[in-house]
């Protein structure tokens, strides 16, 4: 596919909700909807975002979120994103965060917050690198148990993401007083979850532990390493 075939537009109809149902259980391997058409309905009617990414025509990712609020500001809290595998990797993903900033800039929204786990590279990578964002928070379970093909036979530790919709406003530089720290992941945390359940859970223990004590500690995470490890400065 190529980004002149690509339309990224907000959706309204209860058809296109339909659409973007389908879309998210390909996507999570999913029997059960992963959100219904009355709540995307909901959710656009009353102000809030939901839109698809479109190849020639044909849906290739979805994405919906709601109002919320960060720090006391206004923020648009974008909760479910997800692109088909077959396109995954081919820039939709970043075009789609684009279109929400674009979206929440328009409307004096300062703030896009998502959350993530913290044990996917590529999203970890994505979120801190290539989007600059920050992270903003660590949440043990937060969901409770997840039963898709994705995130069954684990616990849904999150990392809460920041990310401002001003594009001037650039990520605060690392202190240069302040001690390094390295969290390393593993290599596919999804992969792992199917072959060894039990070095998953292990690798979620180790990695909620040292997050929990280094922002415990007033740590700020200030990168993403290509070898797959956050770099998080307390201070000295």
Do not use: C
Request: without cysteine; hydrophobic residues 40%; charged residues 20%.
């Amino acid at each position: 596919m190529g980004e002149a075939n690509l339309e990224i537009r907000t959706l309204n109809t209860a058809g296109e909700m339909a659409t973007i149902v389908n879309v998210f259980q390909q996507v999570w391997g999913s029997v059960t909807p992963i959100v219904g058409v009355e709540l995307l309905r909901a959710i656009s009617h009353s102000g809030g975002y939901v839109a698809g990414a479109f190849d020639s025509g044909n849906i290739v990712g979805a994405s919906f979120g709601f109002l919320a609020r960060h720090h006391g500001d206004e923020a648009l809290h974008s909760h479910v994103t997800g692109i088909l595998p077959g396109v995954q990797h081919s820039g939709v993903g970043r075009s789609m965060k684009n279109h929400q900033r674009e979206w929440a800039a328009e409307r004096g929204i300062p703030w896009i917050t998502w959350t993530f786990d913290p044990l996917v590279r590529r999203n970890a990578w994505f979120n801190i690198e290539v989007l600059k964002a920050d992270i903003a928070d660590y949440l043990v379970d937060f969901y409770g148990e997840m039963t898709d093909s994705i995130n069954a036979q684990d616990e849904s530790d999150r990392l809460v993401v920041a990310w401002s919709t001003d594009e001037s406003e650039p990520r605060p530089a690392p202190l240069a007083s302040a001690t390094r720290h390295l969290i390393e992941t593993p290599d596919d945390i999804v992969v792992l979850r199917r072959t060894d359940s039990n070095s998953a859970i292990a690798w979620r223990h180790d990695v909620r532990r040292q997050f929990t004590e280094l922002f415990d500690a007033g740590g700020t995470v200030t990168a993403f390493t290509r070898e797959g490890a956050y770099i998080i400065d307390t201070p000295a």
